[in-house]
């Protein structure tokens, strides 16, 4: 089947800044796909870039099978929901919504029978006639996603849509948007800076730094199996435990450079006496018995709890995180111990940053 | 031709057009006569040569007689002493009265704006009004002067060698005083007020206060103000028009008058124009230096 | 002292300042409604005794009113089209893009807009005059007085142009608009209250202008009201009161404008010559 969007070798230059490096994405029709990485890593580029917002500089961009190098914004069939929503502020939200329709043509009658089916969707039938400076922040990101659902277009684009929301709004928006995709049959290409997000919603996350595609695949393959250190730092919250470590001899354990020098085993095949980093994610540390066999010690340096689990971390340079239960009581001070199942330790090289084993 | 169409709707040719259309047009009705005006300054041009776009060459010869003309010096003099008088008063009446308004008292901002009614006015009627307040016999200046004692015979201002030129500046300094004003004021509101605040809790009393928060903050506002205030006050040309007309016996004539004068009364075009590119190269170094200060501290 | 009464003495003394810079306005008005012996009155009569309304009517005709003001209304129509129809283009252009040629542009159009009227107008008549320009006189002075206003106003409008989000013409391509249809129905509505009120100072300017129209407008009948009032004065010197009601039919129409707009004009005037 041809994919919905396909992005092969696609390069872009701001002058001299290289922009977006290489990069090959396919989404097939029906999939939710999220584009993620720090500020400046080419993420919010590359949606623009298909919406033709920006002109691309090398490489192929296809829409259902199309070559759209060329082509114009208008002509590419996408709705794209913006960071400000970008609402058209002269005009009522009845317009704002079927703005689109307009264009296209559709009857008046059509575009009023629409705009109430959509404001039925989001929710938001009372409001149709007020202006968009009238609405709250949450009103305003529904009318957006109603300008975006009230055609079919190809492909929906998201640029931080919830950047602008409040917490507990911005967790309830995530199921809702990723519901009306679900319903919609719809393709959704979705940037974010916030990995929740793109765990939480995602079919598929593309991880970019700096314009290249550091890893691509679902969700849960990035949080298992990260290529790199980047992106088992960026996946995963809190962020993983990067400690400097030595390969035993035989090559079943490292010897970490914190926390006393304790032992750690670990599964990935490195060969004796390497420099490696370990990385160890703080949710697959667990406090244990200190006769617990591949435990071993460390001193707390600070305890937080959050009510539902407790961060607790130990005083070694640099500090080796944990999650422990809500209910621990360990206190700065202590000595704990603690144990990580071998196969949960990922090795990375301490130059090239690429994962070992 | 089908891609040139598609650039003009959907590409930046669309962009481009716009610019052009307007560039083109200031190119050719700025642009050229300011080169043009170079070209004529070297040639003699009358009212027989005028309906031709080539004249005789003059050489130097327009510009050694403005050199020489006895009336040069007085002009030149006139025309300092013109644009600093009134520049350092509408600066210095424009700050004081921002300065007041900026306190915000119920009204202050509707009174504040009813200053900008002189502004509105044409020059030339504004030069008119002024003509009749600054009359020698009648004029209700030299009424309300002799009447507080400051003078005991009428001042012919305009007909007065010594008070002609000072007629025409007081006017300006009533036309200019509300732009001035009202540039300020916005310099003046843009200065948090957390930072007086903060400066009293410090102990500065009002007047330290001024020195050492107000006039730093504004410096910025104060140098486009001065700069601007130069060059608009080396435009003004309708006030002498409306009230002196350049004189008496061209006590009261400025670079930019006398350049007009040249042109469209004694039509010695060649002559006119010379003193043009001259004041034009002066109003472009004034603009220059303000184009490349504001840029440096607002990024335009 | 309370605070009420401290604002109470800032409005009398506010009061006060403003009723004597805008004595002379209040002095055109009385000075035309007096007789023609009693402008010459010593002291002077502040407040008109019985105002003389038919001054009004008498110039109306005598100085013929109706086509000075005609002409004024037509040049300052024609630049205001002129102007506004050239110039806002480019001030959108310049207000959404950076870089060198925009910014060489710009700076074009910065320096464009300090050029003194009284020096550009000798190279403008010589080649006006040699092109045969000059035998469409007032289309001739519309078109040198829209070079003069066109770099003010496109550094206003730019001003107004810079408020409207770049992401809402964005939205408006994805949603199906061309380049050029997101100007019209996003960009161009949006800055609406910039462009008009820049528009409106380009008219006042066109409708005051004295220096292109006397020196490019050498036909009485095309003359505007600026030229119309010398005219006037020349053998009427002493009339004041004539004068002075020339004077005031003249400006009224102006000062009621920026009376009613005041805000408007004060907030677009200030955004615009600052940046």
Redesign the interface.
């Known amino acids: 089947m041809t994919p919905q969007i396909e992005l092969i070798d696609v390069n872009k230059h701001y002058g001299s800044f290289h922009a977006l490096k290489g990069i090959d994405v396919t989404i097939p029709k029906g999939q939710f796909v999220a584009l993620v990485g720090p500020s400046g890593c080419g993420k919010s580029t590359l949606l ?1 870039s298909i ?3 920006e002109s691309i500089s090398g490489g192929t961009l296809k829409i259902a099978g199309e070559v759209m190098n060329k082509v ?3 002509k ?1 069939d ?3 929901v ?3 929503y ?1 609402l ?3 005009l009522s939200v009845r317009d704002n919504l079927t ?2 329709l307009r ?2 043509g559709v009857s008046k009658a059509e575009r009023a029978r629409a705009a109430e089916e959509v404001a039925a969707v989001i929710g938001l039938g009372a409001l149709l006639d007020r202006r968009p400076a009238e609405l709250s922040g949450g009103q305003r990101q529904r009318v957006a996603m109603g ?1 975006a659902i009230i055609r079919e277009p190809k492909a929906f ?1 998201f640029d931080e849509p919830l950047s602008n929301l409040d917490a507990s709004l911005r967790v309830r928006m995530r199921k809702e948007i990723r519901a009306i995709h679900d319903r919609l049959g719809a393709t959704s290409v979705y940037v974010t800076h916030d990995q929740i997000e793109a765990m939480t919603m995602a079919d598929h996350v593309v991880v970019l730094r700096a314009g290249v595609i550091e890893q691509q695949g679902p969700p849960l393959d990035l949080y298992a199996r990260p290529v790199n250190r980047f992106v088992a730092g960026f996946i995963g919250s809190p962020a993983m435990n990067f400690v400097p470590a030595t390969v035993v001899e035989g090559g079943g354990a490292v010897r970490l450079d914190a926390a006393g020098g304790a032992e750690v085993a670990v599964a990935g095949r490195v060969e004796g006496g390497r420099r490696v980093i370990a990385g160890i994610r703080p949710e697959h540390l667990d406090i244990v018995g200190a006769d617990t066999p591949g435990a071993f010690a460390l001193t707390v340096g600070a305890v937080e709890p959050t009510g539902s689990v407790t961060y607790v971390s130990s005083d070694d340079e640099p500090e080796i995180l944990l999650v422990a239960d809500g209910a621990t009581r360990v206190r700065t001070g202590d000595r704990i111990h603690v144990a990580i199942a071998p196969e949960r330790v990922h090795l990375f090289d301490p130059e090239s940053e690429a994962a070992l084993g | 031709m089908r891609r040139v169409l ?1 650039t003009l ?3 930046v040719g669309f962009d481009t057009l716009l610019v052009i259309v307007a560039l083109t047009y200031l190119l050719l009705f700025a642009g050229l006569p300011l080169i043009y005006n170079v070209v004529i300054s070297f040639q003699h041009v009358d009212i027989f040569s005028l309906g031709t776009l080539f004249h005789p060459s003059a050489g130097w010869e327009n510009y050694t007689a403005i050199f020489t003309d006895p009336l040069a010096r007085t002009v030149l003099v006139n025309t300092i002493v013109f644009t600093l008088a009134s520049v350092a008063l509408q600066f210095t009446l424009g700050f004081a009265v921002a300065l007041f308004f900026d306190r915000q008292f119920p009204g202050a901002a509707w009174i504040r704006g009813l200053f900008l009614a002189g502004w509105v006015m044409p020059g030339l009627v504004v030069g008119v009004l002024w003509n009749w307040l600054l009359s020698g016999d009648f004029g209700v200046i030299n009424y309300v002067l002799e009447a507080l004692g400051i003078i005991d015979d009428p001042i012919f201002w305009r007909s007065d060698v010594d008070y002609s030129l000072f007629s025409v500046i007081l006017a300006n300094i009533w036309y200019g005083m509300p732009f001035n004003m009202i540039l300020l004021s916005v310099g003046l509101a843009a200065i948090p007020d957390d930072l007086y605040e903060a400066a009293e809790l410090d102990g500065a009393n009002v007047w330290q206060r001024f020195w050492t928060i107000t006039l730093p903050m504004m410096r910025a506002t104060i140098g486009a103000v001065l700069a601007l205030g130069i060059i608009f006050t080396l435009q003004q040309f309708d006030l002498f028009a409306a009230i002196t007309s350049g004189g008496p016996a061209g006590s009261s004539t400025v670079a930019q008058y006398w350049s007009w004068q040249l042109s469209f009364r004694e039509f010695d075009f060649g002559r006119g124009a010379v003193i043009s590119v001259l004041m034009i190269v002066v109003v472009l170094a004034v603009a220059l230096i303000y184009v490349r200060s504001t840029r440096a501290e607002t990024r335009l | 002292m309370t605070p009420v009464w401290q604002d109470r003495l800032f409005l009398a003394i506010a009061l006060a300042l403003a009723a004597i810079y805008l004595f002379p306005l209040y002095w055109m008005y009385v000075t035309s409604l007096k007789t023609g012996s009693s402008i010459f009155a010593v002291p002077p009569e502040f407040l008109p005794g019985a105002p003389q309304w038919d001054v009004y009517t008498g110039i109306w005709a005598e100085a013929n009113m109706p086509r000075y003001l005609w002409n004024s209304l037509v040049i300052a129509t024609g630049v205001t089209l002129v102007t506004a129809g050239i110039g806002a283009g480019a001030a959108y252009v310049l207000a959404r893009y950076r870089s060198l040629w925009i910014d060489a542009v710009l700076f074009t159009v910065l320096m464009l807009q300090v050029l003194p009227p009284s020096l550009m107008v000798t190279p403008i008549f010589v080649g006006f005059s040699s092109v045969g320009l000059l035998d469409y006189p007032r289309l001739a002075a519309i078109l040198a007085i829209s070079a003069k206003t066109m770099p003010f106003f496109i550094i206003l409008c730019r001003a107004a142009f810079l408020t409207v ?1 770049r ?2 013409e ?10 050029a ?1 997101a100007f019209f129905m ?1 960009a161009l ?2 800055a609406r209250n910039g462009i008009l009120v820049g528009a409106l100072l380009i008219f006042m300017q066109g409708f005051g202008e004295y220096v292109y129209s006397a020196s490019l407008i050498a036909d009485n009948r095309l003359q505007p009201a600026s030229i119309g009032m010398t005219n006037f004065m020349e053998p009427n010197v002493v009339n004041w009161n004539s004068i002075m009601a020339f004077a005031a039919t003249y400006v009224t129409p102006i000062l009621a404008v920026f009376v009613i707009l005041q805000r408007q004009i004060v907030s677009g005037l200030t955004s615009g010559a600052l940046k």
Do not use: K, T, W
Request: glycine share 8%; hydrophobic share 40%; charged share 25%.
């Open positions: 623009r919406a033709g917002l114009p914004p208008r590419r996408l709705a794209m913006f960071q400000s970008a058209y502020p002269h703005y689109a264009l296209r300008r684009l | 598609n709707r959907d590409g | 989000p992401e809402l964005e939205a408006a391509l994805v949603d199906g608009n061309s380049r249809g996003i509505p949006l």
